[in-house]
């Protein structure tokens, strides 16, 4: 769990970003430790996923610091935050459906080993299917075969296989920006249980969500952003729904 003395997996200092005349991020800064689900949340166009955006490479902030275990890095490219172990799955996914399961699991990973650069193409169908069961067997993902397509799955079913990629591939931190938003009841548990997996193997998790519920069941502690700022930090058993919304929609301040 979280302690004032361990040092963060991920941590932002200070980031500030500004689209054109707009700024959005004034001076962000929160810390994520090892072996914890963090929610991030605040109401729309309050700076959610320009600031997961930064952190996994995306886009570039203006000021401020981002480091990993302690050490400042900068990442000028989606596969730079990725080499640095943070992978993230954004709301649409990203998965090729008309591929199967297991292609996904492997997809755009040659650009990891750059030493390696196309390695991947003559990696034999046997042994990546042998890998995909067993990256999806150690999250308790159950799919009928790796060889279906993800145009064939559920909608959580497809939400488990981003997971489950990222998951196999993140070693210091997964995003997830709204990863039950288009999801019914059991599909919602199914990723919920899902986080909780990633947590517990010692992966800590960053969940992005508007489903309060949601944040309250799984994450540890929750970030608040209200117009580019962080107004809360707070152990989530220590806080109440009505002070999460209070938080976000300015009703309140928060006073730790
Ligand atoms: N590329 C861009 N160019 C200009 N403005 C942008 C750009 N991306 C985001 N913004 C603006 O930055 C602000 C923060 O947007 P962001 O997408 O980070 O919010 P969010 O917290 O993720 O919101 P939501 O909950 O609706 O997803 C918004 O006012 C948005 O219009
Ligand atoms: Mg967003």
Known sequence: MSTKEATPAVELVGIEKRFGAIQVLHGVSFAIYPGEVVGLVGDNGAGKSTTVRIMSGALQPDRGELYIEGRKVRFDSPIAARREGIETVYQDLALAPHLSVKANLFLNREELKPGLLGKLGFLDEKRMGE??????????????????????????????????????????????????????????????????????????????????????????????????????????????????????????????
Not at 194 to 204: A, F, H, Q
Not at 222 to 244: M, N, P, S, Y
Request: net charge neutral.
């Open 131 to 256: 890998e995909a069961v067993k990256k999806l067997d150690l999250l308790h993902i159950k799919i009928k075969s790796m060889d279906q397509l993800i145009q064939e799955l559920s909608g959580g079913q497809r939400q488990a296989i981003a997971v489950a990629r990222a998951a196999s591939w993140g070693s210091r931190l997964v995003i997830l920006d709204e990863p039950t938003a288009a999801l019914g009841v059991e599909e919602s548990k199914m990723v919920l249980d899902l986080i909780r997996r990633v947590r517990d193997s010692g992966v800590p998790v960053l969940l992005i969500s508007h489903t309060m519920p949601h944040v309250f069941e799984v994450t540890d502690r929750i970030v608040v952003l209200r117009q580019g700022r962080v107004v809360a930090t707070a152990v989530t058993k220590e806080c109440t729904l009505e002070d999460v919304i209070m938080w976000i929609t300015g009703a309140a301040v928060h006073a730790g």
